[in-house]
């Protein structure tokens, strides 16, 4: 009898949960939670790792605080979710955060099987091999042979036997899930190589025991574009969250940052003036406040700044912009009009 | 005249104060309800799935997995098919749970009689070797054990060589095997000829030994038809000697039989964790046989070694199998945490999969029947065998 009452119950809150599921669209969900749920990557130094304070810095944490900027006009109201590679995806899929920022490269199957969108790329990255000097490997065609270390459900993962068959080269992968524990083996020798998209390389190297025993080899064996993630099915989120990253770009092509965007708020450039809300309408037509993009700018920057701040230069990666340089300077950061 | 009286009560309860139709309605109301239960997820399910036009099926189980396994039983390469990706992790868990079993059995069963020993010494390292390995999580095990083997080992290029053949690096341990000849088929065929004689002799040997009392040695001559088939077998290919000698080319091993560090370290961490709960089986078994079988045994004059395997273990025995089974399936499970060190089981090609594919219910879906399908036959085995071991009430 017990047993009946219970399953009655079960029956019951099933139904009633579903029933209200369908309905709300994620930014009506974040505002009712009052918090934005982003899903990072637990560890990728410049891109989404946690300082000695148990602070997230990187990359991919300055764009999600710029989402949750443009919704709240705090920057702050953002919960971070740490996910593997293997993790990411159900995660967002069962609704578990509401966009994914992790250096995830956006592919055909992804958007489509998966029923995922990816907005525009916040990183345009590339998979390189890294390796110990002491081998004497100069390319990636002498690496005949090798047992090459990698994160499993990962493109690279793919993109290391695309290349490796291509060129006809015997293998030997070794998968390991945690970031940390793959990078131990691969420091440890368990590797000749460690494959993965340049930029993590770069951040790998920068934690070795002696970054400079370590290279990248020149070659690049693929293209990476990494973009936040939203589900299929809600376009209003999806517009947020792709034109919140367009910002970062437009603030950086019209001359905006985070020290000069109050005085900018004076100028009498009409397209300064929309894009800062100061002749309102875009806020309106995306669902949020007309100062949506002078909040993104004031707290978290433009994307120069928060590519310097992070991997820039002047930090231990020593990233160059490359591609990640605005359209107008050689690079492919083209932010679509504002209009 | 009783079947008159007993139409007569039931004619006169109602339904719902009979116990028994009671009880067969209740049944059938839960047994509607849980379908209907199972339905419902299963539709919601596949509802959602559409709304989010994320695929379901099996159908990518056909297509191209074009990623790269470490180690694999069979030929498999990244433009094999999902299917056999799944099937090179599936023989993986077997192997590292078949090898495991068999090894933690033998050294459960050492540390277990061990720590019985009147030995004080002994026993007392028997025991510290339980506490510990009990206490400390086999993951924890895990990742030590692959540590060890990472950070301490050389490289290939300075591997180390504990023996003739045999070399030690960080890419694991490379072991020199006779060169592939034909010969080594009619060996086998000769071991499994050796099995059904030595079937067939012990037979013999005991209906003769109930018939006239005469004791023939088995074990002895079973072991030399072991040995001695194959042996013979060997001489008349005209002993092939040839051997495959791994040797260092480029950055590794080639040749030979290389077994990988994620493998060792995962069988060394499942051994000698499980093996701490078996040694306990063991130990309650042996000791759940009464002192008085023993000195009765001895009393009628019984050497120790027959005392031992007449007396004492069929009777522990009945109490040591079934929760040795539990173990078993607890060591067959627990090989799942390879994943953790890079080992290419079955989760961890499932995990790969799943992502590649983006079809978690049905990867998920697969993972639990494949891990179903492991236990339940490790169970049917071991109860057919508990049965053969099982006390005989009369």
Redesign the interface.
């Known amino acids: 009898?017990k047993?009946?009452k219970w399953?009655?119950v079960?029956?019951v809150l099933?139904?009633l949960s579903?029933g209200g599921m369908?309905v709300a669209g994620t930014l009506d969900e974040v505002r009712a939670r009052g918090v934005l749920t982003v899903g990072v990557n637990p560890g990728v130094a410049g891109f989404s790792m946690p300082d000695e304070k148990g602070v997230w810095k990187g990359l991919d944490i300055d764009t999600a605080k710029a989402i949750a900027a443009a919704v709240f006009g705090d920057a702050s109201k953002v919960k971070y979710v740490a996910l593997t590679?293997?993790q990411r995806?159900?995660a967002l899929?069962s609704k578990e955060i509401d966009a994914l920022c992790r250096n995830t490269t956006v592919t055909l199957?992804?958007e489509?099987?998966?029923?995922l969108n990816f907005v525009h790329p916040n990183y345009y990255d590339g998979q390189g091999f890294l390796i110990s000097k002491k081998?004497g490997v100069k390319t990636a065609k002498g690496?005949?042979?090798?047992?090459v270390c990698t994160l499993?459900?990962?493109t690279t993962?793919?993109n290391?036997?695309?290349y490796?068959?291509k060129n006809g080269m015997p293998?030997?992968?070794?998968?390991?899930?945690?970031n940390a524990?793959?990078n131990?083996?691969f420091f440890?020798?368990?590797c000749?190589v460690l494959t993965s998209d340049a930029s993590q390389l770069a951040a790998i190297r920068s934690v070795a025991p002696n970054p400079d025993d370590y290279i990248i080899l020149p070659e690049i064996i693929s293209k990476e574009p990494l973009a936040p993630v939203v589900?299929?099915?809600d376009d209003q989120w999806y517009d947020i969250v792709n034109w919140t990253v367009m910002a970062l770009i437009e603030a950086e092509e019209l001359g905006i940052t985070s020290a000069n965007v109050d005085e900018m708020l004076k100028s009498t450039d009409p397209q300064v003036q929309r894009f800062l809300g100061v002749n309102p309408g875009f806020g309106k037509a995306l669902g949020l406040d007309e100062k949506w993009a002078y909040n993104i700018i004031k707290q978290v920057g433009n994307y120069g700044e928060i590519f310097d701040r992070n991997v820039g230069p002047k930090t231990p990666l020593k990233l160059d912009r490359g591609l990640n340089n605005l359209w107008t300077k050689g690079g492919l950061m083209y932010a679509l009009p504002f209009r | 005249m009783r079947g008159f009286k007993d139409s007569a009560i039931s004619e006169k309860i109602p339904f719902w104060l009979d116990p028994r139709k009671r009880a067969i309605f209740?049944q059938l109301?839960?047994f509607c309800?849980?379908g209907?239960?199972a339905y419902?997820?299963v539709s919601?399910t596949l509802i959602n799935?559409e709304?989010?036009?994320?695929?379901s099926g099996f159908g990518f189980l056909h297509k191209e997995s074009?990623?790269?396994?470490?180690e694999s039983l069979i030929p498999y390469?990244?433009?094999s098919t999902y299917t056999r990706a799944l099937l090179v992790g599936a023989l993986n868990t077997v192997k590292v749970a078949f090898i495991g079993i068999v090894i933690t059995i033998f050294l459960g069963t050492i540390i277990g009689v061990a720590r019985l020993s009147s030995n004080w010494l002994v026993s007392k390292l028997a025991a510290i070797f339980i506490e510990v390995m009990q206490d400390i999580p086999v993951l924890l095990q895990l990742?030590f054990w692959?540590?060890l083997f990472?950070?301490t080992l050389p490289?290939p290029q300075e591997a180390l060589t504990p023996g003739a053949g045999i070399s030690v690096c960080?890419?694991g341990v490379a072991f020199t095997i006779p060169e592939a000849h034909p010969a080594h088929r009619y060996m086998l065929l000769a071991i499994l000829a050796g099995c059904v004689i030595i079937y067939l002799m012990r037979r013999w040997a005991r209906k003769r030994q109930e018939k006239t009392g005469q004791f023939f040695p088995t074990f002895r001559v079973g072991i030399a038809l072991l040995l001695g088939l194959p042996f013979v077998t060997w001489l008349t290919f005209g002993a092939p000697l040839k051997m495959d000698v791994p040797v260092l080319?480029?950055?590794?091993f080639?040749g030979g039989v290389m077994v990988s560090?994620?493998f060792i370290a995962l069988l060394m961490g499942l051994i000698l964790y499980t093996s701490a709960f078996v040694a306990e089986v063991v130990r309650a078994g042996i000791q759940s046989v009464s002192k008085g079988q023993k000195e009765a045994a001895m009393s009628i004059g019984l050497r120790p070694s027959l005392v031992l395997n007449l007396v004492i273990l069929p009777q522990a025995l009945r109490v040591i199998v079934p929760p040795l089974t539990s173990q078993m399936l607890n060591l067959t499970k627990n090989s799942s945490l390879a994943?953790?060190?890079?080992y290419?089981d079955f989760v961890?090609v499932a995990?790969?999969t799943?992502?590649?594919?983006?079809?978690?219910i049905e990867g998920v879906a697969l993972i639990m029947a494949v891990y179903l399908f492991f236990s339940l036959s490790t169970s049917a085995f071991m109860n057919w065998y508990n049965k053969r071991v099982a006390l005989v009430e009369r």
Not at chain 1, 112 to 115: A, H, K, L, R, W
Not at chain 1, 171 to 178: C, D, L, Q
Not at chain 2, 66 to 70: K, L, R, Y
């Open positions: 009898m047993d009946v399953f009655v079960v029956l099933a139904l579903t369908a590679a293997v995806l159900p899929q199957t992804r489509t099987v998966n029923g081998k690496l005949k042979g090798a047992t499993p459900g990962t993962e793919m290391a036997a695309d490796f068959r293998w030997k992968p070794v998968v390991i899930e945690s524990e793959l131990k083996a440890a020798g368990r000749d589900r299929h099915g | 209740f109301l839960t309800m849980v209907f239960l419902y997820l919601n799935l709304r989010q036009k994320i695929a074009s990623f790269e396994i470490g390469s990244a433009a990742f692959y540590a990472c950070e490289s960080n890419r080319e480029g950055f590794n080639q560090p994620e994943v953790a060190i890079g290419p961890s995990n790969t799943i992502n590649q594919t983006g079809q978690s």
